[in-house]
């Protein structure tokens, strides 16, 4: 529909100048095609950018802005499960690399524990010891084993 309205603004058969419409002659500054003048020189209205009348352009540009706000409606309803989509994969992201530092952490104490087991000499605070970027979360070793802080 918009190829139409472009085609017929283009075609612009209301720019045809009729000789003595010329501001030269002393007539109207403004074109009128001659088809568009009756017998007794009244102007009919009549083929206003394309449309026979000014309620037919009107009624063109209603359908079109109807249409327009249906497109972006469902453009908005579109945007909108993107962006919530986007927000679960990022909550997603976020928990499986949660669950994977609690599991490396985890993994890191079992470990301390053994070795902790087989050598008797090294002090105790030093066998249940966390990295220090699990200290700045907060995490002990009370913290991951009840699993307070996991969010899967």
Excluded at 26 to 33: A, E, N, Q, R, T
Excluded at 39 to 54: H, K, M, P, Q
Excluded at 59 to 72: A, G, N, P
């Amino acid at each position: 529909s918009y190829l139409e309205w472009q085609e017929r603004l283009q075609s612009r058969p209301w720019t045809d100048r009729n000789p003595e419409d010329s501001p030269d002659s002393g007539g109207d500054v403004f074109s009128v095609p001659a088809a568009l003048r009756s017998e007794n020189s009244d102007l009919a209205v009549r083929n206003i950018c394309g449309f026979d009348t000014i309620d037919d352009a009107l009624e063109f540009l209603r359908k079109e802005l109807r249409e327009m706000q249906v497109q972006d409606n469902r453009l908005a309803r579109q945007l909108i499960r993107l962006r919530v989509e986007i927000h679960r994969l990022k909550v997603e992201q976020v928990c499986h690399r949660h669950k994977e530092m609690l599991d490396d952490a985890t993994y890191e104490l079992e470990e301390c524990e053994e070795e902790s087991d087989l050598l008797c000499d090294i002090p105790m605070k030093a066998a249940f010891a966390l990295s220090t970027p699990l200290k700045h979360l907060g995490l002990t070793k009370m913290n991951i084993n009840s699993r307070r802080f996991s969010l899967c």
